[in-house]
């Protein structure tokens, strides 16, 4: 099963602009986290937002958490070319252990 | 350098036959897990395991079998039951076992001759 979906499936901007990418899921969580994945490559963790948090930030990156409307946005500033991947928000239950993903966001930033 | 190995980076299988993925970490990770990754697709879980000698199935297990006789490693068996094993398969593990934070492999292309 999918616990997420994300929105939009696709996003194309210029470089330097902002791309905003949203997560919506649910059931109820421990914490959602942000991982991205180069084509053909594993995937990497960005960020980690725990369900008592309602935003966090690391470098370029920042996190909201709704948990009242099941959902989570990642906001990526001033990207770069090299941003281009695709970006999947998963879920975490603390009663199984398990993670959770969603379909992914693929963007392309165009230098 | 520590990480997560996985290996063959790809694979092809004959039709009645079984295939076993390889993945090995070096993180001294509890939690070890596997997913599988359709083209344009998000991620599923098959299995995943917290301790070792102890696994979970998970989303999509049918036809999937593993082992976790040692801390460092989680082979991934696909058997001749899974009648669709052309995927992506990512192997993952982490610290605790709350699932956060995982740390992937580079993957292995599973591909049906």
């Known amino acids: 099963s999918q616990q997420g979906e994300e929105d939009p499936q696709a996003l194309s901007i210029q470089e330097g602009e902002n791309a905003t990418m949203n997560c919506s899921y649910k059931?109820?969580?421990?914490?959602l986290q942000w991982y991205r994945q180069n084509s053909g490559r594993g995937l990497v963790h960005l960020i980690l937002?725990?369900?008592?948090?309602r935003e966090k930030h690391s470098g370029r990156l920042r996190v909201t958490l709704d948990t009242s409307k099941k959902s989570s946005s990642l906001l990526i500033t001033a990207s770069r070319a090299a941003d281009t991947a695709s970006y999947f928000c998963?879920?975490?239950?603390?009663?199984?252990?398990?993670?959770?993903f969603g379909q992914g966001t693929t963007l392309q930033v165009k230098p | 350098d520590g990480g997560i190995t996985q290996s063959p980076k790809y694979l092809f299988r004959k039709e009645g036959q079984n295939v076993t993925l390889s993945c090995e970490q070096n993180l001294n990770h509890d939690a070890m897990y596997w997913y599988r990754q359709d083209p344009g697709q998000g991620l599923r879980l098959i299995y995943y395991s917290q301790i070792v000698n102890d696994f979970q199935k998970g989303d999509i297990a049918e036809g999937y079998s593993v082992s976790r006789e040692k801390k460092e490693s989680f082979p991934l068996t696909v058997t001749s039951a899974q009648k669709n094993p052309t995927a992506f398969y990512l192997c993952?593990?982490?610290?605790?076992?709350?699932?956060?934070?995982?740390?992937f492999g580079s993957g292995t292309q599973l591909s049906v001759l």
């Open positions: 059931t109820s969580i421990n914490n």
């Open positions: 993952a593990s982490s610290i605790g076992l709350r699932g956060e934070k995982l740390f």
């Open positions: 998963a879920t975490g239950s603390s009663n199984t252990g398990k993670l959770i």
């Open positions: 937002i725990r369900s008592n948090e």
